[in-house]
Antibody, heavy 114, light 112 residues
Framework: EVQLVESGGGLVQPGRSLRLSCAASGFTFDDYAMHWVRQAPGKGLEWVSGISWNSGSIGYADSVKGRFTISRDNAKNSLYLQMNSLRAEDTALYYC???????WGQGTLVTVSS | QSALTQPASVSGSPGQSITISCTGTSSDVGGYNYVSWYQQHPGKAPKLMIYDVSNRPSGVSNRFSGSKSGNTASLTISGLQAEDEADYYCSSYTSSSTLAYVFGTGTKVTVL
């Protein structure tokens, strides 16, 4: 069974940093692209970032470009999102998702507030 | 990277069919056959229902179908059931950036 488990969320002050992790199991991790998608409380889905199987292609939403960095460690079956210069508008549930956004993890909540 | 446009809400009675639209541009929906649809129940993670415009993953009911015409994609739910009440989102690959995707604004489906 494919499983994605996010961690690393929490309460952080504006301007600070946070690193999210996504542990993958049940599939050959290094065969697939991976994505981060977020959902602000009561709002819709927003694609944040994606990374190809070998990290050769990486993309970011305009809203996070220059502040967030996606990476992966295929030896550890793990996906990461380094989030710097956090803003209140980054407050959201952050999901990791495999390839064609199937499946999704349960998400980790990031709250940016002073 | 503007969100794809979906109606805020759609409703129908049990057994009826409903259709949700998803309008983008030639840089996303109209330019690629990489449109997907997701179902999200309250407090749950989204679930893939349709991929590549009209394909259903294994295990998804054949009451769900997808199509596309120009810059607009559509999700049709036939034989509406109470369990179909949820939020639905479309997504599309977009040429706006490397490996980039854009989601729709979301549609709340209510079963009357």
């Amino acid at each position: 069974e494919v499983q994605l488990v996010e961690s690393g969320g929490g309460l952080v002050q504006p301007g600070r940093s946070l690193r999210l992790s996504c542990a993958a199991s049940g599939f050959t991790f290094d065969d697939y692209a991976m994505h981060w998608v977020r959902q602000a409380p009561g709002k819709g889905l927003e694609w944040v970032s994606g990374i190809s199987w070998n990290s050769g292609s990486i993309g970011y939403a305009d809203s996070v470009k220059g502040r967030f960095t996606i990476s992966r460690d295929n030896a550890k079956n793990s996906l990461y999102l380094q989030m710097n210069s956090l803003r209140a508008e980054d407050t959201a549930l952050y999901y990791c998702a495999k390839d064609m956004f199937d499946p999704w993890g349960q998400g980790t909540l990031v709250t940016v507030s002073s | 990277q503007s969100a794809l446009t979906q109606p805020a809400s759609v409703s129908g009675s049990p057994g009826q069919s409903i259709t949700i639209s998803c309008t983008g541009t030639s840089s996303d929906v109209g330019g690629y056959n990489y449109v997907s649809w997701y179902q999200q129940h309250p407090g749950k993670a989204p679930k893939l229902m349709i991929y590549d415009v009209s394909n259903r993953p294994s295990g998804v009911s054949n009451r769900f179908s997808g199509s596309k015409s120009g810059n607009t994609a559509s999700l049709t739910i036939s034989g509406l059931q109470a369990e179909d009440e949820a939020d639905y989102y479309c997504s599309s690959y977009t040429s706006s950036s490397t490996l980039a995707y854009v989601f729709g604004t979301g549609t709340k489906v209510t079963v009357l």
